[in-house]
Each structure stands twice: as C-alpha cells, then as structure tokens.
C-alpha cells in the first residue's frame, strides 16, 4: 500500500538574470546575437556517422554557428564496443560515457545529437558483417525516423560506400544514409511512422570526403570545396578552434585536440538528390533563411521587430512580438520549426532576466515511497511586469496517480529585485514506478539493438525513464509563457564550488555483488558476497535470496534480514560446485511487502561529463574452472584501465600494482611474473625509459607479459616495447568464435600447468583480439594463428621470445574482455602465460 509523506516546497520569488537550459546560464550580448541569426534561418542539415568521435567537428562548428543552420547528428550507435583510455568501463557503461560525450561535445560546437537503437558490438570488417548482427531494416526505420522529425535539407555523411572508411560500420552508415534518403520520401515505407512524423525529401546528399585525413596529398580537385576556417567575431573564435574543443570531449577515446586558426577547406562529394549545376557550393538553389518555411516573410517580420525591441530595450514591444511570432509558427504547423519554438522562448526568457531551478535537497538520489523536497526559486531583474501564475511538478515514469501538483493561483507580480519567499506545503510521495535509468538501458540489448519504444525514444541523445518535470507558468507583460525545467540536486563544494548533479530515483534497497566474477577452481568451496543497502527514509525487512546455475549448491540460498535507514549490511552465501557444475550466471533477489528488488546501483564519474547512475541487474558470472597454478607472487603494471589484475586476484594470485615511484626503487625479482596492463605503454612514456631495467630483469629469469597496445597518431609508442623488434599492427580477428589454430602444438603454453585445447576457446565475447604484432624478429615464436572469415590466417595474437634465463610475451587477445566475463577457457590459457618458466 502507497503511503503518503510530506513534500516541503520552498519557493523563494527573486528578481535575476536569465536562464535558457538546465541549469540555467546568462547569456551574454553576443550570444543573443548568434540567437537572433539562428532565428533568421530555417534550413537544417544532418551530419550521419556510425559511431562517437566519426563527426567532423569542424564542419559542424561551421553550420551551426557561421550558417547558422539547425545543425544535427545521427550516430547510430553509442560507442559501446570501443577502447577506453580512462577507466575500466567497457560494453554498455562505456557507451554511457560516450554518449556524455558525444553531448558535452555538441554544447560546445552548437549542433544537436541523435542515436539510432544499434549496439556497438565491436569493430567489423565489412557491412556484410555488421548487418548480419544488426538486422538492417530496423536501423534503416530509425535513420528515417530521425529523418522525418528532424527534417534535414542536406544530409552529410561521414564515410563512403566503397569500404574507404575501413570499418564496417562505417560503411554501414554510408550505405543506411543512401537508403534512407530515399525511404523517408516514401509513404509505403515504414508507414505506421506516419502517425507521429511526416515523409520528409531531403534535397540532397553529400559524402564528406575523409580522404586528406589518410593521405594529406590526395588530388580532390574534383570535389566542391568549402572554407571553414573563419572567424566568428560574436564567439571570438575561430571554427577550428571551437572544434577542437569540442573534439577534445572524446576523453576515453584519447582524442584530445589542439586548436586551430586559419583557412581550412572541407570537400564533398554529390550523391544523391539535387545535385547538378552546383557551381561549387553545395547550398547552391537552397533558401536557407526562415523563407523556407513562410515565404510570406511575416515570420521574418517579426524576428526584425523583436530585434529591434531588444536593442531599444522595449521589453513590452519585444515581449508583445514574441507572442505573435509564436503564434504564427503554430499556425504554420512546421514541425521541423519547433526549433524556433524554442529558440523563442528561450530568448524571451533571456532577455526578461528570468532565472529559474527547483533543486531536491538533500540527495540527488531518493528511493520511491519516500518523502521529497524542493526548493523553487524564480528570480528577474530586468521586467517588474513578471507575474508567475502557477508551478505544476510531475513525475514522469510513475505508474499510479500518487503526486499532487502545486498550482498557487494566488502567486501576484513579482518585485523588482527584492526577495519575497514563502513556503507551500502538500503530501505526497515519491511514486512506484521504473528506476530512473537511462531509457536505453532499461532492458538487455537484444540481437545488438537496444529494447526500447521505436516511437517515443529513437533518436533521443539522454533521458531516463523516471524523471521529475518542473513547470514555471508565466504572464510576461500579459502574455502567457510556460517553462520546463528538470528538478536536480545542487550542492557546494568546497574547492570546486557548485556543483549540480541530475535527480535520480532509486529503489529502497540496493544489492551489490562484490565480485563480478566468482570462481570455484577444481571444485572448491566459494562465497558470495552481497552488499545490501537501504536508500530509504525508513527501516524495512527482507528475505535476500540466490539463484544459482544447476548443478552448483549453497548451504544459506535465503537469508532475512533487517535494514534500518540508509543501513548497509554483507551477506555472505557459501557456494560448492558438483563435479557436473556448469559457468552461468547468479542473480540475487531481495523481498519484501512492498515488491521485488533485483538491482543495484553505481556511478560513473569522470570530471569532463555528468555523474552518471546505472542500475545494473544484482548478478555475477559463477564459474567453474579446472585450473592448475604454480606461481604466487606477480606484479601488474596498470595501463589504460582494465579489470585483469582482479581478475588474478580471484584465482588467488598475491598481485601487487606497481606505480612509477615502486618501479624505480623495487627490486623486480622478488616477482615471479609482471603483467603490463592494455595499452600500457601508450598511457605511461615513463615505461619506455626504463626497459632496460625490465630487460634485466627476463634476463635474470623473470617473465614480461604485455597485453596490447597501439602506435598510431592516437597512442604513438616511444620506443620498442619488447627484447627485440617487432611491429603493432592494426590486424585484429573480430569474430569472437573464429577457428583457432595451434602453430606450435608442443609449446609450454598451450601445456603447462594446463593443457589448452578448443574447448578452451569457446564462449568468447566481442572478439578474438586486436592489435596483432606483425614483422616480427626471427627470435619470437608466433603460438596461434586465426583469421576472420575469407581471410589468411594471421599469427599474431600472441608471441614469445627467450630473453637470457627469462621470457617476454606479446599478446592481442582480448583478455581485458575475456577475463570479466569470466571466460573459463581465457582464465587457463593466461595462467599459463603467466606461469612460463
């Protein structure tokens, strides 16, 4: 049964300057001049990639900021199957970065960001290969959703149809982009659509060539060139230098980029749709300005006369204009023109000096059935005739009525710069409902899709599927103004200062395992280890139960328990394996009167995006592994951020993590094996200046074992990394279950301590490996060999050298993966790299 508690709403009524967004900012003189240009235009155009950091930044800053155009882009997917430079994130988790920043980088080149419902399943060689995983007709109903709402005249892709971009995906856009140019002008196609959209003709399409990124000296002579190397004097930027910043945002992708100035020409290539007599631009024919959508020049009327109210500070004359402006775009019913709906609103706000947040105090995270306060504060400067009508809170996401919205008839004008706070008071709770979880991770991705509404969310950058909604009800020198904002948590740090983190609704208890992965070698005996915590105002009680594979068994599978407020308690369930046991998944369950919980929670935080919060389902991988071990002590040396040297832990391993200052003062022998962790010797040029002390120490007898890492522009290497040359290369095997052949049959790692066979290779995630060593010096022995279909095989993935008494080991296969997951096979295969004598 719902209960209801009491929700204070503290609503200070202030005079201040402007908000647009939330949170809310000031925009200064030149900023409303860039909003009055958009005003003037109503073209739009849509940059079409496949993933994160594919969109060219430059071109983007240009139309969005010099053109001025409604500026987009469509990725199809988040990221998720990448590399991560800054932590240990990978799959889902890594896509919630990159799609923080792939957002972080648009508030910095003004453009706006779509996704499709695709999966980042990992690099692919070929469209063959990513179609086969993504079923191409859904994402094709996607990219010509996005299409018909977002209404684009020219659409931009990035890659091209002939394989030129190297991964599949790419020319996966490519070739969705052509398709969907047409589809979205076809109402046979995809016409249960067309109750929320309209068929839309984009005029034409480009490829935007990326040939200079590969060869500085290729001949484009024969492409349509632009300038987008200018200077905005309202920005006082350059569009290079805005670019770059915003490029810079792709921190986990190591894309940081120096700021540009000066001439810079892009190039494109005409594909499709109106293409001829261009005359070499590319807008050649096209009416860019706000004609496009009333050729009567009414609309633009008003723009002229608003403006004009601004520079004479008329707010009256300038408020008046808005209104009917407003109006006539409802009456012109473009839905592509909600843009300037919005850009509208958001600049009579502005101008007014109207600022306006509801903070929850605090915590950003409340748990549902609980009490819930806020703090409102609408403050103007500027217009003494502001009066707010009304506030209506809501709760998007609840699933029963149990919120009562606040609606103060009684509010009166507000007094110029003067502080006039009162209190309001209702009962209510926060509501039953979903978790508040990003909306595309609120079911397992299915057949590398994610499960979400193909109406209501495609195309959407962020939003999560329990928010709570605050609406400010206006009259602004009579004219009636509707504002609405997300209610966040706001807190002030001592160093950084304020600080504003999104709100979150959770359930009253979390369930944590402490381990991802939980292992019973040969049959052991293991534990389970549960955090339980309440987020609740109040003590409840619950039966805390397991779910194991079959043929495991747990001595306490159900366990009661109570929990006072924000009470934090272990568990512990005692596991034995059978000797039939198989790896599968263990899921913990917790109950109580009010319903069943079987999520935890965990945060994301890295300071150039927001404090992400995921809900991650309460289960871990149970493997059982038959497993033979020798070694006790090694070291591991972290590099871009993985989760192997856990991994080792597990399996009982007394790893110790060495940091430069431990690697220049530690004797190194006291350990029988180093691990170099992924991409090491990219993030830390301190290593390469110490090589000789890891070449004395194989030559001594100790073992080096460095997993992947790259040399490129990206992650260039200082020096060689091994005892003896060889090449990185960027070969890789992407099919996880590809063949996988032993070269030399009788080598001690495919031996000892365990004997390595296929069935060691089964059940791999995302792919074999990546960055292959190639060119390789006649002292390393290359151990396998695979090859993605149609290909030759490739002997890369792993080599050893005798160096003195000792070994060094170079490897690509993907153990960062492997080893989370809990790949049995994966764990006997490194063990035994490790255990190389």
């Known amino acids: 049964m719902n209960k209801k508690f009491l929700l204070l709403i ?115 060689k070929s469209p063959t290969e990513t179609f086969a995983k993504w079923n191409k007709e859904e994402i094709l109903y996607d990219v010509v959703f996005v299409i018909r709402k977002f209404q684009p005249d020219i659409i931009f892709t990035r890659f091209a149809t002939d394989g030129s971009g190297g991964h599949g995906h790419h020319t ?65 930027k350059s569009y290079g230098e805005i670019a770059a910043e915003s490029r810079s945002m792709h921190k986990s992708q190591g894309f940081g980029s120096a700021l540009q100035r000066g001439e810079q020409f892009e190039y494109f290539k005409p594909i499709m749709g109106d293409t001829q007599n261009l005359n070499n631009n590319i807008f050649s024919g096209l009416e860019l300005s706000n004609k496009q959508f009333d050729p009567s020049g009414k609309y633009n009327s008003f723009v002229d006369k608003i403006y004009a109210a601004w520079q004479k500070n008329d707010l009256k004359e300038l408020n008046l204009q808005i209104d009917q402006a407003k109006k006539l775009l409802v009456q012109l019913g473009k839905a592509a023109n909600f843009n300037h709906f919005k850009l509208l609103e958001n600049l009579q706000i502005s101008i007014n000096g109207i600022f306006l947040e509801s903070t929850i105090e605090k915590s950003p995270i409340i748990a549902k059935g609980d009490s819930l306060y806020i703090k409102t504060f609408v403050i103007s400067r500027l217009n003494p005739n502001v009066e707010l009508k009304s506030i209506n809170l809501e709760q998007i996401g609840a699933i029963d009525n149990c919120f009562e919205r606040i609606n103060k008839k009684e509010f009166n004008s507000l007094k110029m710069n003067t502080n006039i706070p009162f209190t309001h008071s209702i009962k209510t709770i926060l509501c039953q409902g979903s978790n508040g979880n990003l909306y595309w991770l609120k079911n397992q991705p299915q057949n590398s899709l994610f499960n979400q509404d193909k109406v209501k969310q495609i195309g959407f950058d962020y939003g999560q599927d329990f928010e709570l909604k605050v609406s400010y009800n206006f009259l602004i020198d009579g004219h009636e103004l509707t504002i609405t904002r997300d209610a966040f948590h706001k807190q002030v740090d001592p160093e950084k200062g304020e600080l504003h983190r999104n709100f979150v609704a959770t359930n009253p ?102 404090t992400q919060v995921l809900f991650p389902e309460a289960k871990a991988q149970l493997v059982y592994l038959d497993l033979k071990r020798n070694k006790k002590k090694i070291a591991y040396i972290p590099g871009a951020g993985d989760e192997v040297s856990n991994c080792l832990k597990l399996i009982n391993y007394d790893v110790t993590e060495l940091n430069n200052e431990k690697l220049a003062k530690e004797d190194l022998t006291q350990y029988e094996s180093i691990i170099f962790g992924v991409r090491a010797f990219n993030t830390n040029e301190n290593l390469s200046k110490m090589k000789q002390k890891f070449l004395d120490y194989m030559k001594n007898g100790g073992t ?84 993605d279909p149609g290909e030759k095989p490739n002997s890369g993935s792993l080599i050893i050298a005798n160096y003195g008494k000792g070994h060094f080991i170079y490897t690509g296969l993907a153990f960062f993966r492997q080893l989370p997951a809990g790949v049995p096979g994966a764990y006997r295969l490194f063990v035994n790299l490790i255990e190389l004598k």
């Open 509 to 610: 208890i979390q369930l944590e395992l402490l381990n991802d992965v939980i292992i019973s070698t040969n049959a052991s005996a293991t534990t389970c280890l549960v955090k339980v915590k309440s987020s609740s105002q109040f003590s409840s009680n619950y039966e805390v139960s397991i779910e194991i594979p079959e043929n495991w068994k747990c001595s306490n599978p159900i366990q009661k328990i109570d929990l006072a407020s924000e009470e934090e308690k272990i568990l512990q369930f005692d596991l034995m394996s059978t000797p039939k046991a198989k790896t599968g998944s263990l899921k913990v369950i917790a109950k109580n009167k009010i319903g069943v919980f079987q999520t935890g929670i965990k945060e994301i935080k890295y300071n150039h995006i927001p």
């Open 704 to 787: 080096i074992l460095v997993q992947y890492n790259t040399n490129s522009w990206a992650g260039p290497l200082q020096s060689d990394i091994g005892p003896y040359k060889f090449k990185i290369t960027r070969d890789r095997v992407t099919d996880e279950n590809a063949s996988v052949n032993f070269v030399i049959k009788d080598h001690q790692v495919l031996n000892t301590p365990n004997k390595i066979g296929a069935n060691d290779f089964e059940n791999w995630i995302q792919e074999r490996g990546i960055y292959y060593a190639g060119d390789l010096d006649s002292n390393y022995q290359s151990i396998l060999s695979m090859s």
């Open 172 to 236: 996966a856009s490519a070739l969705l982009a052509e398709e969907a140019f047409i589809a979205a002008a076809d109402p046979t196609k995809f016409p249960e659509q067309l109750t929320s959209v309209k068929i839309w003709k984009t005029n034409r399409l480009f490829h935007n060539s990326t040939a200079r990124f590969f060869n500085p000296n290729a001949d484009l002579s024969h492409l349509i060139k632009l300038d987008v190397g200018t200077f905005n004097k309202n920005l006082g």
């Open 10 to 124: 503290s609503v200070f009524v202030f005079f201040s300057l402007i908000g647009t967004s939330q949170p809310t900012q000031s925009l200064n003189k030149a900023e409303i001049e860039q909003q009055f240009n958009k005003l003037r235009k109503g073209a739009s155009v849509l940059y079409l990639a496949a993933h994160p950091d594919d969109e060219n930044t430059r071109l983007i800053s240009y139309l969005a900021n010099d053109l001025c155009l409604r500026t987009g882009y469509l990725s199809l997917t988040r990221g998720d199957g990448g590399q991560n430079l800054i932590g240990p994130e990978q799959g889902t988790e890594l896509g919630v970065i990159r799609t923080r920043e792939l957002m972080a980088a648009r508030m910095k080149d003004g453009g706006e960001q779509f996704f499709t419902r695709a999966y980042d399943f990992g690099f692919s």
